[in-house]
């Protein structure tokens, strides 16, 4: 079993619509979490961190639930630009030592 | 300000052959990254440096790969007898605080 898994989609969504992907960790001693985001043939960039109260970013939100060892990413309002590889990373805790899943691929459509 | 870069951008090599891969930080990142993205896949962890020094190598795939950072800035990752397995996007990613930041890659095509 991986240690981060994520659904690779693809995720289909029209434009306006609201989208939430989910990705579960296995590894209980992990303390931080992260979402970034992958354009085709780019380098990944920072979304947004997760925090254990959950937090927003505008259309953004991202949720923790420890009991259950996932993290969440809701998109509203989907837009032609959101249209990319959602990756969620998990860094144990006392390392930097960062756990990449292998990504979800979401495709919003006009 | 600059953001992490890498060299080449692309490099097409001959199995069996030695390549070197670069990667120039943010400067006075202290902690860097590298990391390896076959297609379709997830990027695989392959060694993090806090300054000069290495306290995490667990990822590099066998004795064929080395890498080293000097002056606490500039790495370099060494594919030595290069296999057709090793064609991927090599990532080279500095840290501040708890975000890293990445360069563009290196594709490395071994033929």
Known sequence: RKEVEQDPGPFNVPEGATVAFNCTYSNSASQSFFWYRQDCRKEPKLLMSVYSSGNEDGRFTAQLNRASQYISLLIRDSKLSDSATYLCVVARTGTYKYIFGTGTRLKVLA | ?111
């Open chain 2, 1 to 111: 300000g600059a953001g992490v870069s890498q060299s080449p951008s692309n490099k097409v090599t001959e199995k069996g052959k030695d390549v070197e891969l670069r990667c120039d930080p943010i400067s006075g990142h202290t902690a860097l990254y590298w990391y390896r993205q076959s297609l379709g896949q997830g990027l695989e962890f392959l060694i993090y440096f806090q300054g000069n020094s290495a306290p995490d190598k667990s990822g590099l795939p066998s004795d064929r790969f080395s890498a080293e950072r000097t002056g606490g800035s500039v790495s370099t990752l060494t594919i030595q007898r290069t296999q057709q397995e090793d064609s991927a996007v090599y990532l080279c990613a500095s840290r501040e605080n708890n975000e890293q930041f990445f360069g563009p890659g290196t594709r490395l095509t071994v033929l």
